[in-house]
């Protein structure tokens, strides 16, 4: 049984960090891209972050680049999203999701975790 399982959520003030992970179990994803995504209450959910089966290739969402960097080790079969300056309107729930079945900006993924909710207040 394939699992994914954030951890690293919580509550912490504008302008500060966090790291969220994603541990993988069930199967190896060495060879397949893993994203993140989140979604804030009201709103649909929406891409964040993914990174290739290699680590070599990055995407962000325009509203998260050059604050948010995932990577991944698949010694250890996890990916990470380490989220710095953090600001209120990132408020939401992240997923962490793997293998895209199509376009790995969309939120269609076979994998999905049970989410990590981040808080920010101003």
């Known amino acids: 049984q394939v699992q994914l399982e954030e951890s690293g959520g919580g509550l912490v003030q504008a302008g500060d960090s966090l790291r969220l992970s994603c541990a993988a179990s069930?199967?190896?994803?060495?060879?397949?891209?893993m994203g993140w995504f989140r979604q804030a209450i009201g709103k649909e959910r929406e891409f964040v972050a993914a990174?290739?089966?290699?680590?070599?290739?990055?995407y962000y969402a325009d509203s998260v680049k050059g604050r948010f960097t995932i990577s991944r080790d698949n010694a250890k079969n996890t990916v990470s999203l380490q989220m710095n300056s953090l600001k209120p309107e990132d408020t939401a729930v992240y997923y962490c999701?793997?293998?895209?079945?199509?376009?790995?900006?969309?939120?269609?993924?076979?994998?999905w975790g049970q989410g990590t909710q981040v808080t920010v207040s101003s």
């Open positions: 999701a793997a293998a895209p079945v199509s376009n790995v900006l969309t939120a269609n993924y076979y994998y």
């Open positions: 069930g199967r190896t994803f060495g060879n397949v891209w």
């Open positions: 990174i290739s089966g290699s680590g070599s290739s990055t």
